[in-house]
């Protein structure tokens, strides 16, 4: 078996098709043992998308005669989890009166399968019953029964018989794990502080893609594009721009960029609203911020520096004294918040700013290699 590769993710063989297989002839049996020679016609509940497969090769194998309907249920509404499960389609075939065997996929936190029970319960079904293909008993937190169980694992992400990652991956027969060794450093400091400088020898050293919002914003502004209109304003101004645009960015980068092992984000989070929204982001594939590379200057020599680019560069927030001083105070007030909620995490790395740029790469190289 070999790893496969879904949008941008790499996932490694985790549980080969044999053993799956043998966990669900050891599930269909203990339901021929429970229903065989049963007066009424039990129904299963196929949940879509994810049991597809496996309440197929489950019903191949069931020696009593049963039914099926299905229904699909959906946790989000947008991008982010509402944690609430909402009905998208509705049963396909009346339980009223029948005992039902709910067949899932997995079951984690185990909120759908609460969900389930109740509408089961709603449309006068006079049992239901669970039956899982797989169970993540570390978050597992409610007080159903369940009643079949095909296997446990742990609380990992993976795909493959049924499972998918952003609707990708459900038709391999073998599950496979994500392979989580991608790095996720924040390049955190006040503006001028060095994080575009120092930022090269980061993404050479651990083959990483730089993403600077900043950098991005100024490419939309040069392109005169509608979100750098909206920007431009904004940032000659010394303001940020709104955070669900910089976060749309972010998301868009991670789908779309391969071969790396790893992203630099700097200049991004800004705000406690946008760390966030990156680790919900990272959230739906089990992957967590790395650490949080933080290079501290004090504010004169934010001024300083800032000036000297201002000669060469010519950026447009760098040129009046006014908008240095507010992209400053923007920084103390919004984003320096965000060093204690990363200490929290225990994420937050601080590394002296000043003294030469070759002096800071070294402090940064060092403590990289920790990682
Ligand atoms: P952004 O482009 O991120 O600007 P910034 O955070 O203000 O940081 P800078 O790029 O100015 O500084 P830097 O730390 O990269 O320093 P550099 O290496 O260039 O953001 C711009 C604007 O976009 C924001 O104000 C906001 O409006 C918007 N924005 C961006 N991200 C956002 C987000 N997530 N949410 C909302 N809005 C967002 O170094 C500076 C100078 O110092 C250079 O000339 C360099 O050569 C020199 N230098 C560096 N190190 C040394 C050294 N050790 N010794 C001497 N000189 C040095
Ligand atoms: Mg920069």
């Known amino acids: 078996m070999n790893k496969i590769r879904l949008h941008d993710k790499t996932f490694r063989p985790f549980i080969p098709n044999e053993q799956i297989e043998k ?40 020696t009593f005669n049963c039914e099926i309907v299905s229904m699909k249920l959906s946790s989000y509404v947008g991008t982010h989890s509402t944690g609430k499960t909402r009905e998208v389609m509705g049963l396909t075939g009346s339980v009223k009166d029948k005992r039902v065997i709910i067949v899932e996929d997995i079951v984690d936190t185990g909120q759908t399968i609460v969900d389930l029970k109740k509408i089961m319960e709603e449309k006068g079904a006079k049992e239901s019953k669970v039956c899982t293909m797989l169970l993540k008993p570390a978050v597992y937190g409610k007080n ?98 709104p955070d669900e645009i910089v976060e749309g ?59 000297h680019r201002a000669s060469i560069e010519g950026r447009a927030d760098d040129a009046k004294d006014e908008t240095i001083a507010n992209r400053i105070k923007t920084y103390h007030e919004k984003t320096e918040p965000l060093v204690e909620y990363y200490k929290r995490a225990g994420k937050y790395y601080e590394i002296d700013g000043t003294g030469t740029i070759e002096e800071v790469r070294q402090r940064i190289s060092d403590l990289l290699d920790k990682f």
């Open 249 to 307: 960015m972010i998301e868009n980068k991670f789908k779309t960029v391969t071969g790396v092992h790893g992203f630099l984000l700097d200049g991004f989070p800004r705000t406690i609203a946008q760390a966030e929204a990156l680790d919900k982001m990272l959230d739906k594939s089990k992957e967590k911020v790395t650490a949080v590379v933080s290079l501290m200057i004090p504010d004169s020599m934010i001024k300083e520096r800032i000036k």
């Open 23 to 62: 966990a669900i002839d050891n599930v269909a049996a203990q339901l021929n043992r429970d229903y065989d020679g049963c007066s009424d016609i039990p129904v299963l509940l196929c949940v879509l998308n994810g049991s597809i497969l496996f309440t197929a090769e489950l019903m191949k194998r069931l």
């Open 144 to 241: 159903v029964k369940l009643d079949y169980v095909g296997m446990e694992i742990p609380n990992d992400f993976i795909v493959g018989f049924g499972l998918d990652y952003d609707e990708l991956g459900r038709n391999y027969k073998d599950i496979y794990v994500l392979d989580t060794n991608m790095n996720y450093f924040i390049l955190f400091g006040p503006p001028g502080a060095g994080k575009g400088t120092q930022a090269a020898a980061m993404v050479e050293k651990c083959n990483l893609c730089h993403i600077s919002t900043g950098d991005l914003l100024r490419g939309e502004m040069a392109k005169g594009s509608e979100l750098g209109l909206k920007a431009k304003a904004l940032i000659e101004a010394g303001e940020l721009v």
